[in-house]
C-alpha cells in the first residue's frame, strides 16, 4: 500500500509569493492533518481536514489555509510568503477522525523562501 | 517546541545494547500517546502507540511504557542497530471537548546515535 506521498518535495520562494503544497493520503485514509516542522518550534500542528471540512486549527495566522477534496486528498496554501515560513511542511493522514487514530506521515514539502 | 537537529538531546549508544528513550508529557487530559522515528530527509516514522488505559505495550524490538502519574512515556529500544540512529519523538493526543479530532502535540525530539 502506498504511503502518504506529498508534491513537490522542494519549493524556492521569494518574499510575498504564494505557493500551494499537496497531499495524497493513504488510499481509504480520510482524515489529513498538516504539520510545519522548523529547527526553532519543532513539529506544529496546521490543521486538520475531514469529509472536505476544516475540523481543527492550528495557531497560524491566517495566511496559511487548506482544503480537502472528494477523495480525501488535500493541499495546503499559504499566501503573502514571509521569510519565517521557510520550513518542512508534513501531511499526515489517519484512517478516520478522532482520538485513537495513528496518523502516517509523508517525507514533507521543504519551503524555503528567499 | 524545540530544535530539530543539531540543538537535541542525543542519546549515544553502543550497537547491541538497549535504548531507553524518555519523554515528559505536559497535558495530565492526554490520553493516546504515540512515538515516531525521524530520519535525515524524511518525515516521521510511525513506530508504537499506547492508550491511557495501558501502562506498556510490545512491538517488535520496542516497548513503550506510559506512566500517568508523573506524566511520563518511555521507548525502549531492544538490542539497537545502526538503522535505529535517527531522532525520536513523543507525540500526545490530548481530550477535546470541542469534538473529535486528531491533532498531535509533539515533545521535544532526541536524537540516537548508534556506535558501531
Known amino acids: 500500500k502506498a504511503g502518504v506521498t506529498q508534491t513537490p518535495r522542494y519549493l524556492i520562494k521569494t518574499r510575498g509569493q504564494q505557493v500551494t503544497l499537496s497531499c495524497s493520503p493513504i488510499?481509504?485514509?480520510?482524515?489529513v492533518s498538516w504539520y510545519q516542522q522548523t529547527p526553532g518550534q519543532g513539529l506544529q500542528f496546521l490543521f486538520e481536514?475531514?469529509?472536505?471540512?476544516?475540523?481543527n486549527k492550528g495557531n497560524f495566522p491566517g495566511r496559511f489555509s487548506g482544503r480537502q477534496f472528494s477523495n480525501s486528498r488535500s493541499e495546503m496554501n499559504v499566501s503573502t510568503l514571509e521569510l519565517g515560513d521557510s520550513a518542512l511542511y508534513l501531511c499526515a493522514s489517519s484512517l478516520d477522525i478522532g482520538r485513537d487514530q495513528p496518523q502516517h506521515f509523508g517525507d514533507g514539502t521543504r519551503l524555503s523562501i528567499l | 517546541g524545540e530544535s530539530v537537529g543539531l540543538h537535541l538531546p542525543t542519546l549515544s549508544v553502543q550497537e547491541g545494547d538497549n535504548s531507553i528513550i524518555n519523554c515528559a508529557y505536559s497535558?495530565?487530559?492526554?490520553?493516546?500517546f504515540i512515538w515516531y522515528k525521524q530520519e535525515s530527509g524524511k518525515g516521521p516514522q510511525f513506530i508504537i502507540d499506547i492508550r491511557s488505559n495501558m501502562d506498556k505495550r510490545q512491538g517488535q524490538r520496542v516497548t513503550v511504557l506510559l506512566n500517568k502519574t508523573v506524566k511520563h512515556l518511555s521507548l525502549q529500544i531492544a538490542a539497537t542497530q545502526p538503522g535505529d540512529s535517527a531522532v525520536y519523538f513523543c507525540?500526545?493526543?490530548?481530550?477535546?471537548?470541542?469534538?473529535?479530532?486528531?491533532?498531535?502535540?509533539f515533545g521535544k525530539g532526541i536524537t540516537l546515535s548508534v556506535r558501531p
Open positions: 488510499s481509504g485514509h480520510r482524515s
Open positions: 481536514y475531514f469529509s472536505e471540512t476544516q475540523r
Open positions: 497535558n495530565s487530559a492526554s490520553d493516546y
Open positions: 507525540a500526545e493526543n490530548p481530550q477535546s471537548y470541542t469534538g473529535a479530532n486528531s491533532k498531535l502535540t
